[in-house]
Antibody, heavy 120, light 113 residues
Framework: EVKLVESGGGLVQPGGSLRLSCATSGFTFSDFYMEWVRQPPGKRLEWIAASRNKANDYTTEYSASVKGRFIVSRDTSQSILYLQMNALRAEDTAIYYC???????????WGQGTSVTVSS | DIVMTQSPTFLAVTASKKVTISCTASESLYSSKHKVHYLAWYQKKPEQSPKLLIYGASNRYIGVPDRFTGSGSGTDFTLTISSVQVEDLTHYYCAQFYSYPLTFGAGTKLELK
């Protein structure tokens, strides 16, 4: 059974840092692209970061809103996806989801989400 | 960036009626290499993660009821619910997977009339 479980969310002050984790199981982690998607309160879903698969050297992509502040990485030995978030802003407040990007050209499995609140 | 324009924003519906949600991309989502449109539809309920309904514009995902149908080509796509059930009254989003940055529509909220 495919599972994705996020953790690491919480309350952080503006300018602070947080690292989110996405523990995965039930599939070969290195074979799949992985994505981070967030949803601010009352707003649309927003894609923010991607980690390509091993065949594509785990290269990364970022949205303009987080580029230079967030870093996506993997621990392939433990099948964990990370999102290091630095220089956090109030507008980063959201539910953060990790998702598996299937060869269906869609994200098929999603975690339950972890809440990040940036506030003083 | 590919802009996804979704309409309507809100839709008041009666149970068992047919519903149509539209999504227009700012450029074609068709891959001639893979012969597929990189367009997906998601259902999002409060406090839950998004659920994949349709991929490749018209392919129903595993376990999705057959009252959900995706159609369209090029830049114009549609999600149709043939007979809306009470459990369908929530938010729907289209999303393009043609190129990074991946982008979502603004969403459509189905409400009970």
């Amino acid at each position: 059974e495919v599972k994705l479980v996020e953790s690491g969310g919480g309350l952080v002050q503006p300018g602070g840092s947080l690292r989110l984790s996405c523990a995965t199981s039930g599939f070969t982690f290195s074979d799949f692209y992985m994505e981070w998607v967030r949803q601010p309160p009352g707003k649309r879903l927003e894609w923010i970061a991607a980690s390509r698969n091993k065949a594509n050297d785990y290269t990364t992509e970022y949205s303009a809103s987080v580029k230079g502040r967030f870093i996506v990485s993997r621990d392939t030995s433990q099948s964990i996806l990370y999102l290091q978030m630095n220089a956090l802003r109030a507008e980063d407040t959201a539910i953060y989801y990790c998702a598996r990007d299937a060869p269906l050209w869609a994200m098929d499995y999603w975690g339950q989400g972890t809440s990040v609140t940036v506030s003083s | 960036d590919i802009v996804m324009t979704q309409s309507p924003t809100f839709l008041a519906v009666t149970a068992s009626k047919k519903v149509t949600i539209s999504c227009t991309a700012s450029e074609s989502l068709y891959s001639s290499k893979h012969k597929v449109h990189y367009l997906a539809w998601y259902q999002k309920k409060p406090e839950q993660s998004p659920k994949l309904l349709i991929y490749g514009a018209s392919n129903r995902y595993i376990g999705v009821p057959d009252r959900f149908t995706g159609s369209g080509s090029g830049t114009d796509f549609t999600l149709t619910i043939s007979s809306v059930q009470v459990e369908d009254l929530t938010h729907y989003y289209c999303a393009q997977f043609y190129s990074y940055p991946l982008t979502f529509g603004a969403g459509t909220k189905l409400e009970l009339k």
